[in-house]
């Protein structure tokens, strides 16, 4: 059985502006952009790698998915695997 290599592209946090002894409007807003840039992209790794492990055939997850991805099916009783097109059992057969 080969083994499953997930790359995860590392998270770059946006460059913060340096704090001012007086905080202006424009400051406020260029800071709170710049958080709400960075918390935006962890949202969307942990939307991409939090998918459910297992459920049945109908709560299979159908868009994000990378390739290899795992899923018990419990309506099967099997363990299945995404192969960039369909859902596979272990020996290749679309189910």
Same mark, same amino acid.
Request: no cysteine; glycine share 6%; net charge negative.
């Given at each position: 059985?080969?083994?499953?290599?997930?790359?995860?592209?590392?998270?770059?946090?946006?460059?913060?502006?340096?704090?001012?002894?007086?905080?202006?409007?424009?400051?406020?807003?260029?800071?709170?952009?710049?958080?709400?840039?960075?918390?935006?992209?962890? &949202?969307?790794?942990?939307?991409?790698?939090?998918?459910?492990?297992?459920?049945?055939?109908?709560?299979?997850?159908?868009?994000?998915?990378?390739?290899?991805?795992?899923?018990? &099916?419990?309506?099967?009783?099997?363990?299945?695997?995404?192969?960039?097109?369909?859902?596979?059992?272990?020996?290749?057969?679309?189910?």
């Amino acid at each position: 059985m080969s083994s499953i290599n997930y790359t995860v592209k590392p998270t770059i946090a946006p460059n913060l502006p340096t704090a001012q002894t007086e905080y202006s409007i424009e400051y406020e807003i260029q800071l709170t952009n710049a958080l709400r840039l960075y918390f935006n992209q962890i &949202d969307n790794f942990t939307q991409n790698v939090a998918k459910p492990s297992f459920g049945t055939t109908a709560q299979r997850p159908t868009f994000n998915l990378p390739i290899g991805a795992i899923y018990f &099916d419990t309506t099967l009783g099997i363990p299945i695997w995404y192969n960039g097109t369909h859902w596979v059992n272990s020996s290749g057969t679309i189910v």
